[in-house]
């Protein structure tokens, strides 16, 4: 038998006020061997409630919560009380903003997915991980719609260094990348890092992880189309 242990588990709790995407929810994300699922909620206050004694790594939470309480406002008043807690967002539309407007000591760990994207189980498992991760994920859909602001500083990347920092923006890991773009681990990893000096992204000096400060960079240079 071998002496390595198994990863720790996620655990998560789902706030979603429809009856049948939250038990579909539940039982996609339970059938998954590194996730666990601690509780399911039809709504934020009761939410609220019974969530922070749960102690979950990450609540994914519907932004269009029937009742006085929104999910962008159930993430920060969770977050009050659980600093260390992930977010994942499910919206219907794409309003990724709110994420880029967060303060500074907030933003790590929110991610952005659309609801249809929940049955893609790659997609969900990312934004989870990386939301747990304390990174920033956007959905692959909202990615693909953007493009860069005209004389922006993504506007000056060549086509290579666009697609690595969308794929970023998307929760990939460098591994996953590489794997994606046929290129070695440590190409990406370099390209990565060239990435981030042209940007202007800080190792070192911010609070906020270099993968975070990129994506934010992201949301800020680039617009719908």
């Given at each position: 038998?071998?002496?390595?242990?198994?990863?720790?588990?996620?655990?998560?709790?789902?706030?979603?006020?429809?009856?049948?995407?939250?038990?579909?929810?539940?039982?996609?994300?339970?059938?998954?061997?590194?996730?666990?699922?601690?509780?399911?909620f039809g709504d934020?206050?009761?939410?609220?409630?019974?969530?922070?004694?749960?102690?979950?790594?990450?609540?994914?939470?519907?932004?269009?919560?029937?009742?006085?309480?929104?999910?962008?406002?159930?993430?920060?008043?969770?977050?009050?009380?659980?600093?260390?807690?992930?977010?994942?967002?499910?919206?219907?539309?794409?309003?990724?903003?709110?994420?880029?407007?967060?303060?500074?000591?907030?933003?790590?760990?929110?991610?952005?997915?659309?609801?249809?994207?929940?049955?893609?189980?790659?997609?969900?498992?990312?934004?989870?991980?990386?939301?747990?991760?304390?990174?920033?994920?956007?959905?692959?859909?909202?990615?693909?719609?953007?493009?860069?602001?005209?004389?922006?500083?993504?506007?000056?990347?060549?086509?290579?260094?666009?697609?690595?920092?969308?794929?970023?923006?998307?929760?990939?890991?460098?591994?996953?990348?590489?794997?994606?773009?046929?290129?070695?681990?440590?190409?990406?990893?370099?390209?990565?890092?060239?990435?981030?000096?042209?940007?202007?992204?800080?190792?070192?000096?911010?609070?906020l992880h270099p993968?975070?400060?990129?994506?934010?960079?992201?949301?800020?240079?680039?617009?719908?189309?």
């Amino acid at each position: 038998m071998s002496g390595v242990d198994s990863p720790a588990k996620i655990r998560v709790v789902i706030v979603e006020d429809e009856p049948l995407f939250r038990d579909l929810l539940r039982v996609a994300l339970s059938r998954h061997q590194h996730l666990e699922v601690l509780g399911a909620f039809g709504d934020g206050e009761s939410a609220l409630d019974a969530i922070p004694a749960l102690s979950p790594n990450v609540a994914i939470l519907d932004i269009e919560l029937g009742g006085s309480m929104n999910g962008i406002k159930l993430g920060l008043l969770l977050r009050r009380q659980l600093p260390d807690v992930g977010i994942v967002l499910l919206s219907n539309y794409k309003e990724p903003q709110f994420v880029a407007s967060l303060p500074s000591d907030a933003v790590a760990g929110w991610s952005y997915l659309f609801k249809r994207s929940v049955s893609d189980v790659a997609t969900v498992t990312r934004a989870i991980e990386g939301a747990a991760a304390r990174y920033v994920v956007l959905d692959p859909e909202l990615v693909a719609s953007r493009r860069p602001r005209p004389e922006g500083l993504l506007a000056h990347l060549t086509a290579r260094q666009r697609e690595i920092m969308e794929l970023v923006a998307q929760g990939l890991t460098n591994a996953a990348i590489a794997q994606d773009l046929c290129l070695a681990e440590k190409t990406v990893e370099n390209q990565i890092n060239s990435l981030y000096q042209q940007l202007g992204v800080e190792h070192g000096r911010s609070s906020l992880h270099p993968r975070v400060q990129a994506v934010l960079l992201y949301l800020r240079e680039s617009q719908a189309i």
